[in-house]
């Protein structure tokens, strides 16, 4: 990644009445691209997120939007940023237009082209002059996104974003943002339970744990394979995949093996010369779930927070 | 920051509660004019009958041998004042006039108090409760600019309120009783004097402010820094009925004087004073100095804090 990158957090740290909730974290995101924010519950996302909108103060480190701090140069800072945390809560009491007058009021230079264009965007023309509180969890979720992208953000933070979509709506959403990371270079960061949501969505991911970025990696860097081979007797299958020297994990019928495509073949003959009995080789690819449990090691709850 | 104050305008008239105080309002001040049209005096007998009958009763109470020295002092007033009535040929106010139903829509500044009390300290605490304080701070005005357009907004409710009572006022008061008016007499240091109607309720009008200025500082302090609009309305009502009493019971230490409650500047129309020895400037500069803790708090507070509503 050769691009400067647009977010930057520096050693953020949290404390909260001595507990370290984040710890000292780092990461870039870059312009075009969707990152995906992944933790178990307390692990710290909300936390991170909180600090990189400006809602809470760090302990210590800094949030760099575009060069500027944004604890130093917040309206500055803040105005590149577009945000959802968590539902999106709006004034119930007008309608969905009003509440995105409101919004456009505080940022200027939003006229009222811009807002009918947003709307439009999100579909909500009919329902727009309608109160907020009439609106469906969906539909609210769509105005949250409106108000979200009134000021053309070139870094769209989202927490929990599809909470509430109707299947369609997802996949509307998610051709949607791929297509104004694709097309307008906004950075994109989200953050969500559903994984495979985040995997159909993403880049790449972010993991975090007990408040500590664990992995950063490339979602459509080539997908960890393991291969499943259920043979008889089991005893001698284990010989010869030691013999070969493969990573192996013996299961109840068979053995899964880490190994490359290319060992496949090699390792089948290895078998059949020994004359052990193939039921099955199967080829399985890792969910981005297996990978995140496997990560954060079955997904507890954070450490910190039971201590 | 016209257009924040634009924005908390517009929220603050979606809002069904601000429109039940207005209208409450209103039709207190249209009912109790009715009431005082239809059970008014309608004793249209000749000014100077009464006034006889009146003072002849004062005479007959002031010769009963038991009566104490206050009011004996109080019937040789009106005795006074009537008799003066008599020779010169001054009329008495009789029944509701515009001028006494105008001093009513003054009084009514105690309504309007707790009213923008209710607003002031729901302002910053509702936006807590329904969860949008997160979407108003993560736009690119800062924190400081935010809270004070809510102030502002809360104030500028205060003062709609008033020009709404005293409009409103006027004009049942016009309507109901007309502009005609008698004079009303009082006994100033054994001189007779013409009571000075509109000066007295401009006074009062200006002077209930201060309560009115400190009651909105406070629920909104309450409002901000607790997030809780019930603990800011009640803390502020509580503060404003049992204020006198506190100060009372604290007016034997030295300290009595140098709390807010003890300044309301009514006193210095009434003349009776919680604390004794207190001048205007003196209690001028105590209001201020009080707001302007309370506005330190209030900012202090909203711009430190971590949002995790």
């Known amino acids: 990644m050769e691009q400067k990158p647009i977010v930057q957090l520096r050693n953020l740290t949290k404390v909260i009445r001595g507990k370290k909730l984040i710890d000292n974290l780092n990461l870039d995101l870059y312009p075009g691209q969707i990152t995906g924010f992944l933790g178990p519950n307390g692990a710290g996302k909300t936390t991170t997120i909180r600090m990189m909108t400006g809602l809470m103060h760090p302990t210590d480190g800094e949030v760099i939007i575009e060069g500027q701090s944004l604890d130093k140069h917040y309206e500055e800072a803040i105005s590149k940023v577009g945000v959802i945390v968590e539902n999106p809560e709006m004034y119930k009491y007008m309608s969905g237009y009003k509440n995105l007058l409101h919004f456009a009021r505080m940022h200027g230079n939003i006229d009222k082209t811009r807002i009918d264009e947003v709307i439009r965007q999100v579909g909500l023309e009919k329902r727009i002059h309608e109160k907020v509180s009439t609106y469906s969890l969906g539909m609210r979720q769509r105005l949250g996104l409106a108000q979200s992208l009134l000021h053309r953000p070139k870094f769209l933070i989202l927490d929990e974003p599809t909470n509430g979509l109707d299947p369609a709506g997802i996949r509307e959403f998610r051709t949607y943002l791929r297509k104004i990371a694709a097309e307008d270079g906004v950075s994109v960061f989200v953050s969500s339970h559903m994984l495979s949501e985040i995997e159909l969505m993403c880049d790449r991911i972010a993991v975090i744990q007990n408040g500590k970025l664990i992995d950063i990696r490339e979602m459509h860097s080539e997908a960890e394979t393991v291969y499943y081979v259920e043979a008889t007797p089991l005893a001698k299958v284990e010989e010869i995949a030691r013999a070969m020297k493969f990573d192996f994990l013996t299961q109840d019928k068979g053995l899964e093996l880490q190994v490359n495509k290319e060992s496949v073949p090699r390792f089948v003959a290895a078998l059949v010369a020994e004359g052990v009995e193939i039921f099955a080789v199967q080829p399985h690819q890792k969910t981005l779930e297996d990978q995140f449990l496997e990560m954060t090691g079955g997904g507890q709850i954070a450490e910190a927070h039971t201590k | ?309």
């Open chain 2, 1 to 309: 920051m016209l257009k924040l104050i634009q924005n908390e305008w517009m929220k603050l008239w979606h809002q069904k509660s601000t429109w039940v105080m207005l209208i409450i309002l209103i039709v207190v001040i249209i009912g109790f004019g009715g009431l005082n049209k239809y059970y008014s005096n309608t004793d249209d007998r000749d000014w100077r009958t009464v006034v006889e009958e009146e003072l002849k009763m004062d005479k007959e109470s002031l010769a009963q041998e038991d009566i104490d020295a206050d009011y004996a002092s109080y019937l040789q007033d009106n005795i006074a004042i009537a008799e003066y009535r008599l020779a010169e040929n001054i009329a008495p106010q009789k029944g509701e006039s515009f001028a006494s139903f105008m001093s009513f829509g003054v009084d009514l500044f105690m309504f309007v108090t707790l009213f923008t009390v209710i607003i002031a300290a729901s302002i910053v605490s509702s936006e807590y409760s329904t969860g949008t304080i997160k979407m108003l701070l993560t736009r690119p005005v800062s924190r400081a600019k935010i809270l004070t357009s809510k102030l502002l907004t809360s104030f500028l409710y205060g003062f709609f309120l008033i020009a709404v009572s005293l409009a409103m006022t006027a004009i049942v008061g016009l309507v109901l009783f007309g502009q005609e008016s008698g004079v009303q007499l009082t006994m100033v240091d054994g001189i007779i004097k013409e009571v000075d109607t509109w000066g007295d309720l401009f006074e009062k009008a200006y002077l209930s402010l201060g309560n009115f200025t400190m009651s909105i500082l406070f629920a909104f302090l309450i409002g901000s820094v607790f997030r809780s609009s019930a603990l800011a309305i009640g803390l502020t009502m509580f503060l404003s009925f049992s204020g006198s009493l506190v100060v009372m019971l604290l007016s034997k230490y030295w300290f009595a004087k140098y709390i807010w409650l003890a300044h309301d500047l009514i006193q210095y129309q009434t003349g009776y004073f919680m604390i004794e020895g207190i001048t205007m400037p003196f209690s001028l500069a105590i209001l201020a100095v009080y707001a302007i803790i309370f506005l330190i708090i209030s900012y202090w507070s909203f711009m430190k804090r971590d949002v995790t509503a």
